[in-house]
């Protein structure tokens, strides 16, 4: 079996969950969300618990029981608690503002780069810090890493935006010698 798929999802007391069919509608104090699982999967939920079991014992099986786990438990966690990343910018005259549903960013090009935030997901600024939010997982790391892209971390300087606490590699600028 599993060992993430058998694992039960405790249900929050401020969220509810309904089953009709393949779809599952999860609803708390963030919004509401709804997850189509897969055909072959059971989902029952008793008292305050919901727990997905699988038909045989098949690869494909046992690929889908942790992954619809795992997609249920981020639904629960994302209508109750939400999901954050933070991103730092570094570098000097390197900033971020928030206009409307807009990111602008001065990156160190002779240009602006703008980025239009989908629908769901908030920016939140603090000096250098950019804490992305959202009720779905995997847009907010979808969202983390395009912002990211608009100027990785170089590794002589460390100029660029990054994930907070990530570290980057540094590595040594050109030396000087003579040829002796």
Not at 48 to 70: C, K, S, Y
Not at 140 to 164: C, D, T, W
């Amino acid at each position: 079996m599993s060992r993430v798929g058998k694992n039960p999802i405790i249900i929050p007391k401020d969220v509810s969950v309904k089953v009709n069919g393949l779809i599952v509608s999860v609803s708390g104090p963030k919004g509401s969300s709804e997850l189509t699982i897969h055909k072959d999967m059971e989902i029952k939920i008793n008292d305050n618990q919901i727990n997905v079991n699988r038909p045989t014992d098949i690869p494909e099986h046992r690929a889908l029981h942790g992954t619809t786990r795992q997609l249920l438990n981020n639904l629960i966690i994302g209508v109750s608690e939400g999901f954050v990343k933070e991103l730092e910018v570094i570098g000097v005259g390197y900033q971020a503002t928030i206009d409307g549903q807009r990111l602008k960013m001065q990156l160190g090009f002779s240009h602006d780069t703008y980025f239009d935030l989908p629908e769901g997901i908030s920016i939140k600024i603090d000096r250098n810090i950019l804490s992305i939010i959202g009720m779905d997982k995997q847009l907010v790391g979808a969202v983390a890493a395009k912002i990211r892209s608009l100027r990785k971390p170089e590794p002589y300087k460390g100029k660029g935006v990054r994930y907070r606490n990530e570290y980057v590699r540094s590595k040594q600028g050109k030396t000087v010698g003579g040829v002796g």
